[in-house]
């Protein structure tokens, strides 16, 4: 699929109620499927994102989950994971342009990861992005006219979007929202920055950032399954935020329809 002229955003087309027209669905069956799996998950198991053995959650809850609804933890825990994912991304990122890490000044590899990290999570854009943030940052990030360091302006601009499109936030409670428009627009945006990652070139036709490979030596594909898994996450959790405020309506016609009489002797 070509990107090429293809534009990054977040917003929402329209000021409308979220329907099931609105985002591209799934098979009803698989979401009843899937929307099982997750609330099973919820109860006390995670995956280890790092392809490893099945680990059980058996951490006690925390207060702060008193206030969290089963669709905000699923978000807090997609917010967590694709974090986790884009640190991983941006690990193997700087060990394939290790000149990029150099560019930042921190003096080795490990402070620069940690220098990005800490911008993403204070929503601090790095000083070679000159402010720019989300959708904004990662178009200049991709562009022939950026000179810094291009994996920690890559990584920080999809990192800030992602905040963006949750709300600005990355854990949630009762009192929050999230347009699942939104999360829908990040996981599309994702896909083309891929692509754009995986095409783009310098003036002298060399990659701008080296990624994926595939030639005699090997196939390295790693970075496309790491992306894959944070548009997974995101359009899953975009059918589940539909599905939430589609629910509302039907679980008070099923008050109305099995409504009993409380006993009075």
Same mark, same amino acid.
């Given at each position: 699929?070509?990107?090429?002229?293809?534009?990054?955003?977040?917003?929402?087309?329209?000021?409308?109620?979220? #329907? @099931?027209?609105?985002?591209?669905?799934?098979?009803?069956?698989?979401?009843?499927?899937?929307?099982?799996?997750?609330?099973?998950?919820?109860?006390?198991? @995670?995956?280890?994102?790092?392809?490893?053995?099945?680990?059980?959650?058996?951490?006690?809850? #925390?207060?702060?989950?008193? %206030?969290?609804?089963?669709?905000?933890?699923?978000?807090? +825990?997609?917010?967590?994971?694709?974090?986790?994912?884009?640190?991983?991304?941006?690990?193997?990122?700087?060990?394939?342009?290790?000149?990029?890490?150099?560019?930042?000044?921190?003096?080795?590899?490990?402070?620069?990861?940690?220098?990005?990290? $800490?911008?993403?999570?204070?929503?601090?854009?790095?000083?070679?992005?000159?402010?720019?943030?989300?959708?904004?940052?990662?178009?200049?990030?991709?562009?022939?006219?950026?000179?810094?360091?291009?994996?920690?302006?890559?990584?920080?601009?999809?990192?800030?979007?992602?905040?963006?499109?949750?709300?600005?936030? #990355? $854990?949630?409670?009762?009192?929050?929202?999230?347009? /699942?428009?939104?999360?829908?627009?990040? /996981?599309?945006?994702?896909?083309? /920055?891929?692509? *754009?990652?995986?095409?783009?070139?310098?003036?002298?036709?060399?990659?701008? *950032?080296?990624?994926?490979?595939?030639?005699?030596?090997?196939?390295?594909?790693?970075?496309?399954?790491?992306?894959?898994? +944070?548009?997974?996450?995101?359009?899953?959790?975009?059918?589940?935020?539909?599905?939430?405020?589609?629910?509302?309506?039907?679980?008070?016609?099923?008050?109305?329809? %099995?409504?009993?009489?409380?006993?009075?002797?």
């Amino acid at each position: 699929m070509d990107y090429s002229h293809a534009s990054l955003a977040i917003e929402s087309p329209a000021v409308t109620p979220l #329907t @099931a027209s609105c985002v591209p669905r799934r098979s009803t069956c698989w979401q009843g499927l899937v929307l099982m799996a997750m609330v099973l998950c919820l109860s006390g198991c @995670a995956r280890n994102q790092n392809n490893g053995a099945f680990i059980s959650n058996s951490a006690a809850a #925390t207060p702060g989950e008193l %206030f969290q609804t089963s669709s905000d933890r699923v978000a807090t +825990i997609g917010m967590r994971n694709n974090l986790n994912s884009l640190y991983r991304l941006m690990d193997k990122l700087y060990q394939r342009n290790p000149r990029e890490w150099r560019k930042s000044g921190l003096g080795d590899r490990d402070a620069t990861q940690r220098a990005v990290q $800490q911008a993403i999570e204070e929503g601090r854009p790095p000083p070679s992005l000159a402010g720019r943030q989300d959708i904004v940052a990662l178009s200049y990030a991709l562009s022939s006219e950026f000179e810094g360091d291009r994996v920690g302006a890559f990584i920080y601009a999809i990192g800030s979007m992602l905040v963006t499109a949750h709300g600005g936030r #990355t $854990q949630f409670y009762l009192t929050d929202s999230i347009d /699942a428009q939104f999360v829908h627009n990040a /996981a599309r945006n994702i896909e083309k /920055a891929t692509w *754009l990652l995986a095409t783009r070139r310098d003036a002298q036709g060399n990659p701008l *950032l080296l990624s994926n490979e595939i030639s005699e030596q090997g196939r390295n594909l790693s970075f496309a399954v790491e992306f894959g898994k +944070i548009v997974a996450r995101l359009d899953y959790l975009s059918d589940v935020l539909d599905e939430r405020y589609r629910r509302i309506g039907v679980n008070y016609a099923h008050s109305l329809l %099995f409504l009993n009489f409380l006993p009075v002797q």
